[in-house]
């Protein structure tokens, strides 16, 4: 199902997630009939041309209808100089007219422009000048910057879309106008939760792609338009975990579930009445702009989609590392998944990538399994349905012993002990991928566990080291390896982002 319109943020739900695209802005220069390329990693234009010492600006607005294309211009306190069709937009599914408007002074509010199935696409754009004295275009660097965020105010109540005021960054920050970004359950669990770590108000959301606006001192990582990942481990680059390829956790920058920024223990929201906002995960992309930390930025292709690249902030890296990284599953292994939501499905596809030959899937419902084939599913286990016997025991005659490698993708201590159960003796490995409640715990005997010889782990982020791993993943999805398509399932705009949260809740999508 596809939920949009035009003048929208839109979200989509898909790998455990609900996708936000929010309203982007792009500028850039060319001279009086220079040719302007700029490669589309937007939704929305807005350039400012220079010729001969004097800008104008450019805006472009378009939506698709199954009746054809209609177009929508806001000029707001603009007077409008020339229109002209300037190009075709080749995307994935759909070809978008373009509207090109000159105005006679810049204005940083432009029309908003959205699409289905976004694809990298190139525009090819000639500018033409009048003679007349332009204003340059405004600048937000160094200025705080009003924008609208879906805020969580109280446990579980709808998230308020309301005004914020996002500040400049400080050192070793950088400012990211978010052009999308996607539901994880660990948002709808933080969002449900009343006891701490739980806080409000707070600005959820941690799987993202944006561009930067704006660095702060120090930053030679990145510039302002580069496209980035935000992602939620922190990745410095300098300590010994960061140089070791024995870990992905930072000694500098430990990972918390954090209200705060990493390095000055302060936030960079407020609200219209001065009031402070918490963060999220170090990112808070429910936002249409905000600050994150240096360690937690990926620089990317613009080339790559956005609305497939945002899963990779969190839940797909997690699942498909978990298989690859730590758990470093060998060809021809046999592996069992609890939990086949986007997390589960990816450490399926994580496996199928390492080359399992035998995925079992463990679900209270049937219908995962077709999900599932997509990913590598050879079997499937009913784990309701399982005639007095428990999933281990049924997974111990599925496969002759147990399973080589179990992974729990669902975040409950039992499920972990019963997958633990179902791994093979002697080599058997236990990947804790799902994320329990605080305080949760689980229990095992300690002399089976000195018999059986098995390995219990955790897996946070899947192991991956966020800044060398994302882009290898990201390559293998545009080499058609990875598959990231299959886990997008909704779009629905920014502003409706609590139908996203109610599809998430009640299983309707991934």
């Known amino acids: 199902m596809v939920v949009s319109g035009s003048r929208s943020l839109a979200v989509v739900t898909g790998g455990g997630a609900v996708w936000l695209r929010q309203p982007s802005t792009c500028r850039e220069e060319a001279t009086q009939e220079r040719t302007m390329m700029a490669l589309g990693f937007c939704d929305v234009f807005e350039m400012g041309a220079v010729a001969h010492g004097w800008s104008a600006s450019l805006a472009m607005a378009a939506t698709w209808s199954n009746n054809g294309y209609s177009m929508e211009v806001a000029l707001p306190g603009s007077k409008m100089v020339a229109a002209f069709v300037a190009a075709w937009a080749e995307t994935r599914t759909f070809k978008f007219l373009v509207l090109y408007i000159l105005r006679e002074y810049c204005v940083p509010t432009l029309s908003f422009f959205s699409y289905h199935h976004y694809q990298s696409a190139v525009w090819f754009c000639k500018f033409a000048m009048e003679d007349n004295k332009r204003a340059p275009a405004p600048t937000t660097e160094g200025q705080p910057i009003r924008c609208k965020a879906a805020v969580a105010r109280r446990a579980g109540e709808p998230l308020v879309m309301e005004e914020i005021i996002v500040p400049p960054p400080m050192s070793r920050e950088v400012r990211i106008r978010i052009i999308c970004s996607s539901l994880c359950h660990s948002d709808i669990t933080f969002w449900k939760l009343q006891e701490l770590p ?46 070791s390829n024995k870990s992905n956790q930072c000694t500098n920058l430990s990972f918390t579930v954090s209200p705060w920024m990493p390095r000055d223990g302060t936030t960079r929201f407020t609200d219209q009445n001065g009031d402070i906002i918490y963060h999220f995960l170090y990112i808070s992309s429910f936002s249409e702009y905000t600050v994150v930390d240096i360690a937690n930025v990926i620089k990317v292709d613009p080339q790559i989609p956005p609305d497939r690249a945002c899963l990779l902030g969190c839940g797909i890296s997690t699942g498909v590392g978990a298989a690859w990284r730590t758990a470093n599953v060998e060809p021809g292994s046999t592996v069992a998944i609890f939990g086949l939501g986007s997390i589960g499905l990816a450490a399926a596809e994580g496996a199928r990538l390492c080359g399992a030959t035998r995925i079992i899937g463990v679900d209270i419902n049937p219908e995962k399994f077709e999900i599932g084939k997509k990913f590598g599913l050879t079997d499937f286990v009913h784990a309701g349905e399982c005639d007095n016997k428990t999933v281990s025991q049924v997974i111990i005659e599925l496969t002759g012993g147990g399973a080589d490698y179990c992974f729990e993708c669902v975040g409950v201590a039992s499920l972990v002990q019963e997958a633990y159960a179902s791994c093979r003796k002697g080599w058997g490995k236990t990947i804790v991928v799902g994320v329990d409640k605080p305080g949760a715990k689980i229990s095992l005997n300690s002399y089976e566990v000195l018999l059986d010889g098995k390995s219990l782990m955790g897996s946070l982020f899947g192991g991956l080291k966020p800044k060398s791993d994302v882009p290898i993943l990201l390559k293998r999805y545009m080499d058609k390896e990875l598959q990231l398509d299959e886990f997008v399932t909704h779009e629905v705009e920014f502003k409706d982002i609590n139908t996203a949260f109610d599809l998430l809740i009640k299983g309707e999508c991934l």
């Open 198 to 243: 739980a806080i409000f108000p707070r600005i959820l959301g941690h799987e993202a792609i944006g561009v930067v606006e704006s660095v702060g001192k120090d930053i030679t990582e990145v510039t302002k338009g580069d496209v980035v990942i935000p992602v939620i481990l922190p990745n410095c680059g300098e300590c010994i975990d960061c140089e």
